[in-house]
C-alpha cells in the first residue's frame, strides 16, 4: 500500500486473516471473493466438460454414461452460467464500478456482503447434491415433465431449484447496490455520458437481472410445488401445461443471454481504445447500443421454441425481433473495428483477449441469425449447431473477454503484472481450442449429431469432427493451467506494476494499486469520458492531481473524515439461514425451521447493528 | 448499543457517498424503488400463469363455484385503510411526533393481520368445499398466486412490528424518516398487488 496512506487519521480495518474475510464489507474484498469463486467453480464446470468430451472422443464409448452422463452434462451448463461466467461479470463489477465512480465503495454494503455469500453457499450447495443422492439431470433449462415427477424422481432436481433461486437472490441484490451505486455515486463531472462503458452495460446488465429473475424464480418454485406437494402447474392430468415452464424459463434464459454477454462486451470496450491510444470510436453508439440490446432481450425469448408448435404469427414475430438485435450488435463490432482501425495498437495480452473476442463472438452472432430463421431452426435446433453456437458466444465470447479483463485488472488488484509471455501462451491455445472444439461441432449438428446423447454409433461421418472437438477441449485446458501457473507466480513473482502500468484513461487508474481500503483520498472531478488521460495529458491540472497527495493537501488531509462501514457477520448468518432452509425444503421440514432461526437471528442482528458506531483501532492494516 | 438519532442517521448512504447532490434521490429509497421494480416482475408471472392456467377445463371445483366477493372485497378495503394508516404514521414521525408514529404503524400492522386472519377463514371455507392446493390446476394457481401475497403481507407487518421495536428505543426522528417511508413504499406496493390480484382472481371469475 502506498506511503502517503498512513498519513490518514482514518481507521483502517484488517484486512487479513479468516475473519476479515468472513465480514467484509469492502467492495474490493467482495469482488475478489466473487472472483475467487467463480475461478473455482471454472475448474469444476471445466473438468465437467472434459468428462463430457472424453466420452465422446470415439463411438461407442462407455466412459461415462446413462444417468451419470445427465448429471455431469446439466451439471457443466449450470455451473458455467450461473456460477463461473454470472459471478465472474459481478466481481469484476463489484472491484472496479465504484473504483471507475470515483466512489468509496457500493451503495449497500452488506447487502454487497450477503450477494457474494449467497453465491458461494448457493454453489456449495448445488455441487453437494453428488453426494446427497445425485445431482439433477434434465439439462441445464430443465424443461417439464422431465424434471417433473415421476420422470425425475430423487433430490437432484431440488437441489437445482434452490441452488438457482440462491443465485438468484445474490444476483437481486447485486443487482440492485449496482442501480443504486451507478446512479448515485458517481463522482462530481461524471455524467451519465462519460460513464464508461464497462459501467453502462454493468447498468444494463443490473435491470436485465432485475426484471428477469424473477421469472426464473416462479418457474422454478411452481416446479418445486408440482414435485413435493402434487400440485399441477406443467401435469397436463391436472390441467396444467409443461409450456408454461418454457415461457417463463426462456424470459429469464434470453435476457441472462445478455447478462453474460453486456459486461463482456464493456470490458472489451474498456481495453480497445488503452492498447489502440486513441478514444473509443463511437462511444454514444456503443453505449446506446447496449440499452438496445437489453431491451430487445426481453422480446425474443420464444425463438428457444420454434419448434414447439405456436402459432406460425408468433413464431415470425419472435424472429423478427430475434433478427433486429444483429443491428446494436453490429453497430458495436463495427465500432470495436473502428477503434483500432489507425491506432498505435499495443499487442500486449488484454488486447489479445479483446480482438479473440470480436472474432469469435462473430461467429457466436452469425451461427445465432441461423437459429432465428424458423425453418432452418426447425433443421437444426437440439442439435450440436446449438451447441457450436452458444459456446462461441458464451465461451468464445464471455470467457475470453474475462480473461482479458483478469490479465487487464490483475495489476491494479494485486499491484503485480501478469507475466506477458505466458499470457500470450495461454491466449493462443485458447483460441486456437476455442476453434478445434466448437467449429466441429458446428458442421456435425448440420449433420443431424443431436445433443445431449451420450454416445453415438460409428460410421455416421460424426467420429472425425467428435474427435477433433475433444482435441479442442484438451487445448483450452491446458492454456487454462497455463493461466493457472502464470496467475499464482505473478501472484507472487510478479513484475511490481505501479498505479498505471496499462496508461489507462478511467478512474481506477488514478488511486494506488492495489488501491487503499477507501479508493480515493480526495474525491476526483471528472470533465470528460477520458478523466485520467486528461490529468496526464492536458495542461490543466485543476483541480487536483490524483496520483499523489499535493504538500498542501495532505496537511488538509488529517481532519478529513472517510467513514468506512464497519465488517458484519450478519450477511454471512443471514445466507446460512437461507443455505440450512434450503437443505429443508429438499429434505425435511423441520429443518427449515432451523434455517428460519438463523434467518431471524442475522436479520434481527443486521437491522440493530449501528454501522456508525466510532470504529476501534485496527490491530494492522493500511 | 448506542442507538441515539444523530448516531444512526444515514445508516447506509454514509459509506460511498462521494459528493452529497443536490435534489438527489436518497440511496436508500432508490433501492427499494428498485427491488419493488423486479417484484412487479414476479407478481405479473404468478398472474399471467394464473390468467393462463385458471380456466383450463379439469375435474374439481372451478373458479365460478368456489371464489365468492364478500371476504376479499371486506380485505380489499382492509388493505387500503392500512395504506392511509401508514401514511398518517410517517407524516407523524416528519412531525417529530414518535408516538403517534408507533400508534399508527400498529393500526397498519394490526389490518395487515386482520387481512392474514380472514385470508386464512377463506382459505378453510376452500377446503372445506374441496379445493385445495392439489386438486386442480386451479386450486394450484389460486393458493400460489394469494399465498405468495399473503407471504408479502406478513413480511410486511413483521417490517411494521421490528421497527416499531427501533422506534421506542429512539432509533427515528423527523431527520432520520427514510426507513420509515421505504417500509411504507412497500406496503404500498403490497397493497397495490392485492388490487391486482382481486381484479384479476375475483372480479374476473
Known amino acids: 500500500m502506498a506511503t502517503h496512506t498512513a498519513s490518514l487519521s482514518q481507521p483502517q480495518y484488517s484486512t487479513g486473516g479468516l475473519s476479515a474475510w468472513l465480514t467484509t464489507v469492502d467492495h474490493k474484498m467482495i469482488g475478489i471473493l466473487y472472483l475467487l469463486g467463480a475461478g473455482f467453480f471454472l475448474l469444476v464446470g471445466g473438468l465437467e466438460a472434459l468428462l463430457i468430451r472424453t466420452q465422446l472422443i470415439r463411438p461407442e464409448n462407455t466412459f461415462l454414461v446413462g444417468e451419470t452422463y445427465n448429471q455431469v452434462l446439466t451439471m457443466h451448463g449450470t455451473t458455467m452460467v450461473f456460477l463461473v461466467i454470472m459471478p465472474m461479470l459481478a466481481g469484476m463489477g463489484n472491484y472496479i464500478v465504484p473504483l471507475m465512480l470515483g466512489a468509496r465503495d457500493m451503495a449497500f454494503p452488506r447487502l454487497n456482503a450477503f450477494g457474494v455469500w449467497m453465491f458461494l453457499l448457493g454453489g456449495i450447495f448445488l455441487n453437494l447434491s453428488f453426494i446427497l443422492g445425485g445431482a439433477p439431470a434434465a439439462g441445464w433449462f430443465s424443461y417439464t415433465p422431465l424434471s417433473n415427477t415421476p420422470f425425475s424422481p430423487g433430490t437432484g432436481i431440488d437441489f437445482w431449484i434452490f441452488g438457482i433461486n440462491m443465485f438468484g437472490i445474490s444476483s437481486i441484490s447485486a443487482s440492485v447496490n449496482f442501480v443504486v451505486t451507478i446512479l448515485n455515486m458517481r463522482a462530481p463531472g461524471l455524467t451519465l455520458n462519460r460513464l464508461p462503458i464497462f459501467v453502462w452495460t454493468t447498468l444494463t446488465t443490473a435491470f436485465l437481472l432485475l426484471f428477469a429473475l424473477p421469472s426464473i424464480a416462479i418457474a422454478t418454485i411452481l416446479l418445486y410445488l408440482d414435485r413435493n406437494l402434487g400440485m399441477n402447474f406443467y401435469r397436463a392430468s391436472g390441467g396444467g401445461d409443461p409450456l408454461i415452464w418454457q415461457h417463463l424459463f426462456w424470459f429469464f434464459g434470453h435476457p441472462e443471454v445478455y447478462v453474460m454477454i453486456l459486461p463482456a462486451m464493456g470490458i472489451v470496450s474498456e481495453i480497445l481504445p488503452v492498447f489502440s491510444r486513441k478514444p473509443l470510436f463511437g462511444y454514444t453508439a456503443v453505449a446506446y447500443s447496449s440499452v438496445a440490446i437489453g431491451f430487445l432481450g426481453f422480446t425474443v425469448w420464444a425463438h428457444h421454441m420454434f419448434a414447439v408448435g405456436l402459432p406460425p404469427l408468433i413464431n415470425a414475430a419472435f424472429a423478427f425481433s430475434s433478427m433486429l438485435i444483429a443491428i446494436p450488435t453490429a453497430i458495436k463490432i463495427f465500432n470495436w473495428t473502428a477503434t483500432l482501425w489507425g491506432g498505435n495498437i499495443q499487442l500486449r495480452p488484454p488486447l489479445l483477449y479483446a480482438v479473440g473476442f470480436i472474432a469469435l463472438f462473430i461467429i457466436g452472432g452469425l451461427t445465432g441469425i441461423y437459429l432465428a430463421v424458423v425453418p432452418i431452426d426447425y433443421q437444426i435446433t437440439d442439435t450440436y449447431f446449438v451447441v457450436g453456437h452458444l459456446h462461441y458466444v458464451l465461451f468464445g465470447g464471455s470467457l475470453i473477454a474475462i480473461f482479458g479483463g483478469i490479465h487487464y485488472w490483475f495489476p491494479k488488484m494485486t499491484g503485480r503484472m501478469m507475466d506477458e509471455r505466458l499470457g500470450h501462451w495461454q491466449f493462443w491455445l485458447l483460441f486456437l481450442g476455442a476453434l478445434l472444439a466448437f467449429i466441429p461441432m458446428l458442421i456435425v449438428g448440420v449433420e443431424g449429431m443431436p445433443r445431449r446423447v451420450y454416445t453415438y454409433g460409428a460410421g455416421l461421418g460424426w467420429d472425425i469432427y467428435n474427435l477433433l472437438s475433444t482435441l479442442g477441449a484438451y487445448m483450452i485446458a491446458v492454456s487454462v493451467l497455463v493461466f493457472l501457473y502464470n496467475f499464482f507466480f505473478s501472484l507472487f513473482r510478479g513484475k511490481p506494476a505501479g498505479d498505471d502500468p496499462w496508461d489507462g484513461h478511467t478512474l481506477e487508474w488514478a488511486t494506488t494499486s492495489p488501491p487503499a481500503v477507501y479508493n480515493f483520498e480526495v474525491v476526483p472531478v471528472v470533465k470528460s469520458r477520458r478523466p485520467v488521460w486528461d490529468m496526464k495529458y492536458s495542461s490543466d491540472h485543476h483541480p487536483r492531481r490524483l496520483d499523489g497527495v499535493q504538500p498542501e493537501a495532505a496537511h488538509n488531509l488529517q481532519d478529513v473524515h472517510i467513514h468506512l462501514p464497519p465488517p458484519s457477520w450478519w450477511p454471512l448468518v443471514l445466507s446460512v439461514g437461507i443455505m440450512i432452509m434450503a437443505f429443508g425444503f429438499v429434505f425435511n421440514w423441520i429443518i427449515i425451521l432451523v434455517g428460519l432461526v438463523v434467518f431471524l437471528w442475522g436479520v434481527s442482528g443486521w437491522i440493530q447493528q449501528d454501522v456508525n458506531a466510532p470504529q476501534a483501532p485496527a490491530g494492522h492494516g493500511g | ?205
Open chain 2, 1 to 205: 448499543m448506542a442507538t441515539g438519532t444523530s448516531s444512526v442517521t444515514d445508516t447506509t448512504s454514509h459509506a460511498a457517498a462521494a459528493v452529497e447532490h443536490e435534489g438527489m434521490i436518497d440511496t436508500r429509497k432508490m433501492g427499494v424503488w428498485t427491488f419493488l421494480g423486479s417484484e412487479v416482475i414476479f407478481f405479473g408471472a404468478l398472474i399471467v400463469t394464473y390468467l393462463t392456467l385458471h380456466n383450463r377445463p379439469t375435474s374439481g371445483p372451478t373458479a365460478h363455484e368456489s371464489l365468492s366477493l364478500l371476504i376479499p372485497t371486506i380485505n380489499t378495503m382492509i388493505l387500503l385503510i392500512s395504506s392511509v394508516a401508514m401514511v398518517m404514521g410517517l407524516a407523524a414521525l416528519r412531525d417529530d411526533n414518535v408516538k403517534g408514529m408507533i400508534r399508527w404503524i400498529l393500526v397498519t400492522a394490526g389490518l395487515g393481520t386482520l387481512f392474514l386472519i380472514l385470508k386464512g377463514v377463506e382459505y378453510y371455507e376452500h377446503s372445506q368445499e374441496g379445493l385445495t392446493p392439489a386438486v386442480n390446476v386451479f386450486g394450484s394457481v389460486y393458493y400460489t398466486l394469494t399465498g405468495f401475497h399473503a407471504l408479502h403481507v406478513l413480511i410486511g407487518v413483521l417490517w411494521m412490528l421490528a421497527a416499531v421495536g427501533l422506534a421506542s428505543r429512539g432509533r427515528f426522528s423527523a431527520r432520520n424518516y427514510i426507513p420509515i417511508e421505504i417500509m411504507g413504499l412497500y406496503w404500498h406496493f403490497v397493497d397495490l398487488v392485492w388490487v391486482a390480484v382481486f381484479m384479476v382472481v375475483y372480479l374476473i371469475r
